[in-house]
């Protein structure tokens, strides 16, 4: 991205011609990867011959990305892949979007997600199923897989998703590229369609650790209109910087089992000695509560999503039933059991029990409690170390209809990045490998947790070990 930043600026491409060429990539591909619920060409191409005539200028200039359909914009639809926003058009854009165009940024379009970016393939789309661009027979992660795909797949210069409980590292890890979790309220969440709002957290997907780092620290930063965003300065970045020494590597042994694919395991062991190749300690580091941090999402998560999914009733906005209905309730439950789709009717479901006089203490509250023992774990661990090394995901990307019919293996996908939305601390995933033990390779993908608001470090602890890992990137799309 950054790469292509400076051919832009040093004319050596045009942005109209480099915008052409996405959108012929898109045209060309993105009917097998379903990446795209909607493409800007006419919008597009004209901001792109703005940046051209000078008339667009920023650190961005010229630069196509791709964003998630959670992240409102007062043109085209926000539709979050439900049949409940299927025609909503946002009256305003999202801050980090209007921070992305104001540096220049060409969008390009959004892309597709699980519904209300609750899921782990992007199969609870209500429109259309993203595949894996490595092999279409798969998943490519989710919830932000329709951002991930188009970044694996070179439909775009890089991309926006969100983060609740990994949407942005997992379908990372499962597509081959880099993807970031800032800190809890680095980036405001205005314009971002709320799932859980306590966890939530947009971040980019890009090719290099370097490209992250770029559209994080231009996304990044106090916004009035976001009271949880942080009023913390935000540290330039600089990733061919070596980190301060001497660098300390968590490793807890709660990541290290033996759910971990051989692939996996081998990752993470190559990791390492790289570390100790670069002079860094190897610091053991002890996450006890790393076993509950599914079961205390799956409550937290469900509690807010039940609560912020409230308003979508039939009559403020959103869908509304055109069956007969005898009275303002009938009109209520009808509507939103047509707008929704089983995965978000389950957590609604769920999070409303959590809720419930009678079951509040014994769910919700104590989930708040354990919640806060995870963040103490970290506390405690970046005592010892700068960052924690861990694998992204158990295992590569499976097969579209794998685990579609059992919600609980579905979850455990995101058993490795819940814990890092639930600390609010800052999370990184990157292209450590590919398999050899499949019919076609597929990517994986280590993770580097780091502590709230230490960002620049972690980049540059990341971007060492990207360096040498010197990971293979996805040159051709695989058709199933």
């Not at 997992?170 to 970031?180: D, E, I, N």
């Not at 055109?322 to 957590?347: I, N």
């Not at 405690?380 to 295992?395: G, R, V």
Request: aromatic residues 8%.
């Amino acid at each position: 991205m950054i790469e292509l930043r400076d051919m832009i600026a040093a004319k050596q491409i045009t942005a109209t011609e480099a915008t052409q060429a996405y959108l012929d990539r898109i045209e060309k591909y993105d009917g097998q990867i379903h990446a795209y619920r909607e493409v800007y060409t006419d919008r597009a191409l004209e901001r792109a011959a703005a940046v051209d005539r000078g008339e667009v200028t920023g650190p961005l200039a010229g630069v196509p990305i791709a964003i998630k359909d959670n992240l409102c914009t007062s043109w085209g639809h926000t539709t979050c892949s439900s049949k409940m926003l299927e025609d909503f058009q946002a009256p305003y854009t999202a801050t980090a979007v209007q921070r992305l165009e104001d540096a220049g940024a060409v969008i390009l379009g959004k892309t597709n997600l699980d519904e209300f970016a609750m899921g782990s393939s992007t199969e609870n789309s209500a429109f259309v199923t993203t595949r894996n661009p490595w092999d279409t027979s798969c998943v490519p992660g989710g919830s932000s897989g329709g951002s991930a795909a188009a970044a694996g797949a070179s439909l775009c210069a890089a991309s926006i998703g969100s983060d609740t409980g990994g949407s942005i590292r997992q379908p990372a890890a499962l597509c081959g590229v880099v993807g970031f979790k800032p800190t809890y309220g680095r980036i405001s969440r205005w314009g971002l369609v709320a799932f859980a709002s306590s966890l939530d957290q947009i971040g980019p997907f890009t090719k290099t650790v370097a490209d992250a780092a770029l559209l994080y620290e231009i996304m990044a930063g106090r916004d009035p209109l976001d009271s949880t965003s942080a009023d913390v300065s935000v540290e330039p970045t600089q990733t061919e910087t070596q980190p301060d020494q001497p660098l300390r590597i968590g490793l807890a042994k709660q990541y290290l089992n033996d759910n971990n694919t051989p692939a996996v395991a081998d990752a993470v062991e190559r990791a390492l000695a790289i570390y100790r190749e670069l002079g860094a300690e190897i610091v053991e580091v002890d996450l006890p509560h790393t076993e509950y941090g599914i079961p205390t999402y799956y409550i937290v998560a469900t509690a807010e999503a039940s609560s912020n999914l409230a308003r979508y009733d039939g009559v403020h906005y959103g869908h509304r039933t055109d069956a007969p209905v005898t009275d303002m309730p009938d009109l209520y439950s009808t509507s939103r059991a047509e707008g929704f789709g089983d995965e978000v009717k389950r957590r609604i479901m769920l999070g409303t029990y959590v809720l419930s006089s009678g079951y509040y203490d014994a769910y919700y509250l104590r989930a708040l409690k354990v919640r806060r023992l995870i963040k103490q774990d970290f506390d405690n661990a970046f005592e010892k170390c700068d960052a924690i090394l861990c694998p992204t995901t158990t295992a590569p990307a499976f097969e579209v209809g794998a685990k579609s019919d059992d919600p609980l293996a579905m979850y455990l996908n995101d058993v490795y990045t819940v814990n890092c939305n639930l600390a609010g601390i800052a999370g990184i995933s990157i292209p450590a490998g590919i398999t050899d033990d499949t019919p076609r390779p597929l990517p994986i993908g280590l993770q580097l947790l780091g502590n709230a608001f230490d960002e620049a470090r972690l980049m540059r602890i990341a971007s060492q070990l990207e360096n040498k890992l010197q990971a293979p990137r996805l040159t051709e799309l695989q058709p199933a």
